[in-house]
């Protein structure tokens, strides 16, 4: 006996999670809905099988073939045009010639079909109708029988008022070949509606039969999540993959839950799927594969598809996640609340109940979701964010992706031309930038690749004259389970805003060189890196003076490339150095935390009589700096420590400052003689200003320097050999600098500022300060009596940034407080 398994519904009523995926294919507890289906058959010894396809038929095919993976024999008839169901089963007529049965691919039931059969044989029907009682019949077809099972007539989604039975149509049938007779050709046409009543007319024998077991249509999201419930509850007997390792809860091949994450029974942990420390999985959840909860992640009767991220503390309730969905920290879903596939939502969203997300969409971080998102995007991420391009490892930034963006810049450079590629000791990011040199050789442009490097030396290797670009793969500096990709013009230089519109043009439309395969770029190493990088940093300043003072220093190089790095550049400078941290390691730098290396070196500083200590962050641009007393700078007194020491050095006649930099530093640059240049927060901007004819210096105010007569760009180890030789030139400690240094009073804050209402705010703010003096380089800056108050929307989340200064810790905090109130007033 043969079956018909109609799979062309669209499932309209399941969006959007159908809505780039055919219904059948909805996944029960990890599997279709169509392979539970074919279980069934299979059990009752139906193994030749037609599936009528239509909406995305080849999605279906791709995944079932010819069905020998499971066992069966799978032929196909294909709907060009919507046949309804019985035209649909016409359109399949040359592959049946003998009684077959019909049964829908988008249902869930475990009913007896042999019984269905055997009534049908029985009765001498031509058709005979599976039925089952239920307790609401409004939404289906009840059907009315007679006592020996003959049916007496239909009623098609009837009121209240026309209930007189609660036994309905499965869309199960037992067929005679016959019935093409009463079926036309070439139009869509329903067994309910037009087949069946027509047998009903010429008195064929047509009989419903009430089946035994369980049915449900899963024609809504609610009942989506109830069809799980009731096969964790065993209600309905269907197949689940995994092992049960107690009773009620299945674990995939190779999950892995920690011991100190929670999973309650029953529930669904899919192959490949990780559950970290205190994430907690309740009651009736189901997790396809390749899911990973992070810590204190928290889940209770949601079902989440394959290969998605659920990030720290999220809190997802009676909730339906599509596939390759990216949740960050802190997310909060309510009950109702559905994502489609391939959605973004930022950090500390909160979706309300039953709001519906639909594929590919982006909502920011912060955003409150009270209605449905179908079209629109609330908070659309673009490619490059302020450091570059960045995501979580293997899921946002995949080696397919760093392929697209390492094709997208090759494209922008030309044919022939030479790139430099570097990394961290990261798994990630090795793997990352293998996919991208592939990338950049596909579009013709040759590699020579650094392997492990820190970012300035990839900086200034980029400078030779031969190459036309670089870029380096590393961990995030503030969160390690991303990965960041930077990109350089061939001046070492992060790439302009204009360079990264034209790699993101290239890579959204996916309009990459290709080149023939005599013109694909090569793959070498730069010759000779690290020791001709080392002697040119040597060359800027007086090796022989810093030899003379026989300089004791601590130098922590957590764990990151500066540890190849700093041997070369210290070698000729006569130091007696303590090095903590002097090698790679990739878990060392997981774990780091560059405040507490500094706690560590001012300990060994004091221990040790050194005349100073510094902390190099992992990446080689950052310097924490710890005086010959043990305190350790912050980076305001970091940068007026320095700017002080430059003081009759410099053979320039500028300094480049970020324009939120303290007043007081811009008091000593000019008293010493020199020019400020107040520039824009983002590192190109002060790179850009750096490379200005007459500036000799230049910092931002996170613990970065750059000295442009070397390099114009951060570098740790350039800043660190110029402390050296500053101090040898005055004959001076560190603590003594320190002590020479004015008091600063700054606050900063943040407030949440939705996307859409950062430029009315900064419009706003602009306005409210018409009567002082404006200083808009960067944001807006307003100077008052007793200080000044900046305010700066953020590029990369829904937050505005309040700096403020005043003469006394006080006011400064009054100032950004009045800031931070009328934004959050604005925003109501």
């Given at each position: 006996m043969k079956a018909v398994i109609m799979a062309g519904g669209e499932g309209t009523r399941l969006r959007p999670l159908t809505s780039n995926m055919p219904k059948p294919m909805m996944p029960l507890v990890n599997r279709p809905m169509m392979e539970h289906i074919i279980d069934l058959l299979k059990s009752h010894g139906i193994e030749d099988i037609v599936v009528t396809v239509a909406f995305m038929a080849n999605t279906i095919r791709t995944y079932f073939g010819d069905g020998s993976e499971f066992g069966v024999n799978i032929s196909y008839a294909t709907e060009e045009t919507p046949l309804?169901?019985?035209?649909?089963?016409?359109?399949?007529?040359?592959?049946?010639?003998?009684?077959?049965?019909?049964?829908?691919?988008?249902?869930?039931?475990?009913?007896?079909?042999?019984?269905?059969?055997?009534?049908?044989?029985?009765?001498?029907?031509?058709?005979?109708?599976?039925?089952?009682?239920?307790?609401?019949?409004?939404?289906?077809?009840?059907?009315?029988?007679?006592?020996?099972?003959?049916?007496?007539?239909?009623?098609?989604?009837?009121?209240?008022?026309?209930?007189?039975?609660?036994?309905?149509?499965?869309?199960?049938?037992?067929?005679?070949?016959?019935?093409?007779?009463?079926?036309?050709?070439?139009?869509?046409?329903?067994?309910?509606?037009?087949?069946?009543?027509?047998?009903?007319?010429?008195?064929?024998?047509?009989?419903?039969?009430?089946?035994?077991?369980?049915?449900?249509?899963?024609?809504?999201?609610?009942?989506?999540?109830?069809?799980?419930?009731?096969?964790?509850?065993?209600?309905?007997?269907?197949?689940?993959?995994?092992?049960?390792?107690?009773?009620?809860?299945?674990?995939?091949?190779?999950?892995?839950?920690?011991?100190?994450?929670?999973?309650?029974?029953?529930?669904?942990?899919?192959?490949?799927?990780?559950?970290?420390?205190?994430?907690?999985?309740?009651?009736?959840?189901?997790?396809?594969?390749?899911?990973?909860?992070?810590?204190?992640?928290?889940?209770?009767?949601?079902?989440?598809?394959?290969?998605?991220?659920?990030?720290?503390?999220?809190?997802?309730?009676?909730?339906?996640?599509?596939?390759?969905?990216?949740?960050?920290?802190?997310?909060?879903?309510?009950?109702?609340v559905v994502l489609g596939d391939e959605c973004f939502v930022g950090e500390d969203a909160t979706l309300a109940p039953e709001v519906k997300v639909y594929p590919f969409k982006t909502i920011e971080a912060g955003a409150t979701i009270n209605t449905s998102i179908v079209w629109e995007s609330r908070g659309a991420r673009s490619l490059f964010g302020r450091e570059g391009v960045s995501g979580l490892a293997n899921v946002d930034v995949t080696p397919e992706f760093a392929t697209r963006v390492a094709m997208a810049y090759g494209s922008v450079l030309k044919k022939g031309t030479t790139i430099i590629t570097s990394r961290d000791s990261s798994r990630s990011a090795r793997m990352l930038k293998r996919a991208m040199m592939a990338g950049f050789n596909a579009t013709g442009v040759t590699?020579?690749?650094?392997?492990?490097?820190?970012?300035?030396?990839?900086?200034?290797?980029?400078?030779?004259?031969?190459?036309?670009?670089?870029?380096?793969?590393?961990?995030?500096?503030?969160?390690?389970?991303?990965?960041?990709?930077?990109?350089?013009?061939?001046?070492?230089?992060?790439?302009?805003?204009?360079?990264?519109?034209?790699?993101?043009?290239?890579?959204?439309?996916?309009?990459?060189?290709?080149?023939?395969?005599?013109?694909?770029?090569?793959?070498?190493?730069?010759?000779?890196?690290?020791?001709?990088?080392?002697?040119?940093?040597?060359?800027?300043?007086?090796?022989?003076?810093?030899?003379?003072?026989?300089?004791?220093?601590?130098?922590?190089?957590?764990?990151?490339?500066?540890?190849?790095?700093?041997?070369?550049?210290?070698?000729?400078?006569?130091?007696?150095?303590?090095?903590?941290?002097?090698?790679?390691?990739?878990?060392?730098v997981l774990s780091s935390d560059l405040d507490r290396h500094a706690t560590n070196v001012a300990d060994l500083v004091r221990a040790s009589g050194s005349d100073f200590g510094a902390v190099m962050d992992p990446g080689g641009e950052r310097i924490m700096l710890i005086d010959d007393r043990g305190t350790v700078l912050d980076h305001t007194q970091m940068l007026l420590a320095m700017l002080r020491l430059i003081e009759g050095t410099l053979g320039a006649e500028a300094v480049a400052l970020p324009v939120n930099v303290t007043d007081r530093a811009i008091e000593m640059v000019r008293s010493a003689g020199y020019e400020v240049e107040l520039t824009k927060l983002s590192v190109p901007a002060i790179m850009d200003a750096a490379t200005t004819p007459g500036v000799g210096f230049a910092a931002d105010t996170e613990g970065r320097c750059i000295f442009p007569k070397f390099l114009p760009a951060f570098d740790a180890a350039a800043a660190f050999v110029q402390l050296l030789d500053l101090l040898s030139f005055h004959e001076r400690k560190l603590s003594e600098v320190v002590e020479s240094l004015p008091a600063v009073h700054q606050r900063h804050e943040t407030v949440v500022t939705p996307w859409e209402q950062k430029g009315q705010v900064m419009r706003s703010l602009l306005e409210q300060a018409k009567d002082h003096d404006v200083d808009l380089i960067d944001g807006v800056k307003v100077r008052y009596a007793n200080g000044w108050v900046m305010a700066l929307p953020d590029p990369d989340d829904p937050v505005t940034h309040v700096w403020s200064e005043g003469t006394t810790a006080n006011e400064a905090s009054q100032l950004c407080q009045e800031w931070i109130r009328r934004i959050r007033q604005m925003v109501r």
């Open positions: 309804g169901t019985a035209g649909s089963v016409r359109n399949a007529m040359d592959l049946l010639d003998e009684r077959f049965l019909v049964i829908s691919g988008d249902v869930l039931t475990d009913v007896d079909l042999e019984g269905i059969v055997a009534f049908h044989e029985e009765r001498g029907a031509m058709a005979t109708i599976g039925l089952v009682r239920v307790d609401n019949p409004l939404e289906f077809g009840i059907v009315i029988t007679r006592e020996d099972g003959s049916i007496e007539r239909f009623l098609e989604k009837p009121s209240w008022g026309q209930v007189f039975s609660d036994t309905i149509n499965t869309g199960i049938f037992v067929l005679e070949p016959e019935i093409f007779d009463f079926i036309p050709d070439g139009r869509a046409v329903d067994f309910s509606g037009e087949v069946f009543p027509a047998l009903l007319a010429e008195e064929k024998p047509l009989f419903g039969a009430v089946a035994e077991g369980y049915w449900e249509d899963v024609g809504t999201l609610e009942a989506y999540l109830g069809a799980h419930k009731d096969i964790l509850d065993g209600k309905v007997k269907v197949h689940i993959d995994g092992f049960e390792t107690e009773p009620g809860l299945w674990l995939g091949e190779g999950a892995e839950v920690h011991p100190d994450a929670r999973v309650a029974a029953p529930a669904v942990v899919g192959d490949n799927c990780r559950i970290e420390a205190g994430a907690v999985v309740g009651e009736y959840s189901v997790l396809g594969s390749n899911i990973r909860v992070r810590t204190d992640a928290s889940l209770d009767r949601t079902v989440v598809h394959d290969n998605t991220y659920l990030g720290e503390g999220t809190r997802l309730r009676g909730t339906i996640v599509g596939r390759s969905c990216d949740l960050r920290a802190g997310v909060r879903t309510d009950e109702g590699v020579q690749d650094l392997e492990v490097a820190s970012v300035p030396v990839t900086r200034w290797v980029t400078r030779r004259p031969e190459v036309a670009g670089g870029l380096t793969v590393r961990l995030h500096p503030d969160d390690p389970q991303q990965v960041v990709i930077r990109f350089f013009d061939g001046d070492g230089l992060d790439v302009t805003e204009d360079g990264r519109r034209k790699i993101e043009r290239l890579f959204n439309r996916e309009d990459f060189r290709r080149v023939f395969p005599g013109e694909i770029g090569d793959i070498g190493f730069a010759p000779r890196a690290l020791e001709h990088y080392a002697t040119a940093l040597e060359s800027t300043v007086d090796t022989s003076r810093i030899r003379g003072r026989h300089f004791k220093v601590v130098i922590d190089y957590s764990f990151g490339s500066a540890s190849f790095v700093m041997p070369n550049v210290l070698a000729k400078l006569g130091l007696e150095a303590l090095v903590v941290n002097p090698f790679l390691s990739t878990a060392g």
